[in-house]
């Protein structure tokens, strides 16, 4: 008699936390990605500085989930289903089409950015939500300053005004992270390149930074990012984008040619593709149990999911966040095999372990659990730890470890190279 099968569709910190819940069930699993790597998304902006190399945060998912004998991994993009049958509608690299029948679905597909419309965002801006991403940053950083090296009057176009839009962690830490290469490294290989001249611009539409963290914490983080040189601008939304320059709310105009996109996520479209109910930013409607409204053998998880926080005022579900993503992963795989038990299903409650972000060398924000909260060194510490435990690999942990020493020691950043992709 076959056994029941569980298919995950996404590879990421949730879809990987179910697969490895699965492990020794009765079931069969297939995980399905469409890349065959898995991303570690906390250190992207790490490799769009220069400070890692792109394999330092990605890592084969077969060499992550191999050992797992009921599991099998599938490269392929879902771009349709038979929910009423049970079967996904797959695609390949080749284009080949083909059908995956499942008896339990966990969707775990992640985000995409969320431009919120605003004009010329999508054309001019530059996410930072996958490892192309970051490598195209990059790429685009390093060609503004070989450019202005070359035609140091580009420097009043703005070729050297980087602007990050995001008060969130993401958005704090690509700030401290440009600066820091701007000033301590590119300062020493652009010789003849007034590099002082180099902007940070952080805009920010809420009064603070790093909301969700205590008072402290947010004055602890503008104040270390504005000692570093960062121009921070709180209670600023932008307007529209166009190639080199960015309008800001009230109609100032700050030349630019990049424009760094951290202001926020929406769910996978392929949640909506699949005919599932969404609700704002396109997230999966789930009941406390993480099932899918109307479609009890489907789940949803992580990012695509809203997830209700029941110590939110305003009904906002729970953060798009690697604990998240990793707790409900977890909580599904365990809800579907008590569904196959014949057992009732439990709610998922999500324990929150705290929340860094680190501001650069030596700086971090951290606020733990019993109202611990650690500013500076101790929290810069206590984010290189963590980071490092979460890195899938041991190969990965070793390089990451002696580039971020090797960094702190002689203030140096690792690989600053240009990959131009074919035309």
């Known amino acids: 008699m076959d056994r029941p099968h569980v298919v995950i569709v996404g590879a990421g910190f949730g879809g990987l936390a179910a697969a490895k819940e699965l492990a020794g069930a009765p079931v069969d699993v297939t995980l399905v990605d469409k890349n065959n790597f898995h991303t570690f998304q906390p250190l992207l902006y790490q490799v769009a500085t220069s400070g890692l190399a792109s394999a330092d945060v990605a890592y084969p998912v077969r060499g992550i989930v191999g050992r797992q004998e009921n599991l099998e991994f599938r490269q392929a993009t879902v771009i349709g289903a038979d929910l009423e049958a049970g079967r996904l509608h797959l695609q390949g690299d080749g284009h080949e089409v083909a059908d995956l029948a499942y008896d339990h679905l966990v969707l775990a597909a992640g985000a995409t950015t969320n431009t919120f419309g605003i004009p010329g965002v999508e054309h001019h801006g530059f996410p930072l939500y996958n490892l192309a991403d970051a490598v195209r940053l990059r790429n685009h950083v390093l060609e503004r300053f070989e450019a202005a ?16 839009v995001g008060g969130g962690p993401t958005g704090v830490e690509v700030a401290g992270a440009l600066t820091e290469l701007f000033h301590m490294v590119l300062d020493r290989d652009f010789k003849h390149l007034d590099v002082g001249r180099a902007r940070v611009v952080l805009v920010e539409m809420l009064p603070d930074l790093l909301t969700p963290f205590a008072k402290v914490s947010r004055r602890h983080a503008r104040e270390a990012l504005e000692a570093r040189g960062v121009e921070v ?13 960015v309008e800001l709310d009230g109609g100032e105009l700050v030349p630019c040619h990049t424009l760094v996109w951290a202001a926020g996520v929406q769910a996978n479209p392929v949640a909506a593709a699949l005919g599932l109910p969404t609700g704002r930013a396109g997230r999966v409607e789930v009941a406390a149990d993480l099932s899918v409204q109307g479609h009890p053998g489907i789940w949803a998880i992580g990012d695509v999911a809203a997830i209700a926080d029941p110590k ?3 009904a906002r579900p729970l953060p798009q966040l690697a604990p998240v993503a990793i707790q409900s992963g977890r909580h599904a795989a365990r809800q579907v095999v008590r569904r196959l038990d014949g057992r009732g299903t439990e709610p998922f409650h999500y324990l929150d372990k705290g929340t860094m972000a680190t501001i650069g060398r030596s700086r971090a ?12 060194f101790p929290a810069w510490l206590a984010w290189l730890g963590l980071h490092l435990l979460l890195l899938a690999g041991f190969r990965n942990r070793l390089s990451v470890f002696v580039n971020w020493f090797w960094n702190w020691l002689t203030y140096d950043r690792g690989p600053r190279l240009i990959f131009r992709s074919r035309e």
Do not use: H, N
Request: charged letters at 30%; aromatic letters at 2%.
């Open 149 to 164: 090296d070359a035609d140091p009057s580009l420097i009043d176009d703005g070729a050297l005004t980087f602007v990050v």
């Open 233 to 245: 601008r709180t209670g600023a939304t932008v307007d529209r984008v166009r190639a080199t320059s």
């Open 312 to 314: 939110a005022k305003d």
């Open 365 to 376: 924000v951290a606020e733990l659990p019993l109202g611990i909260k650690l500013r500076g």
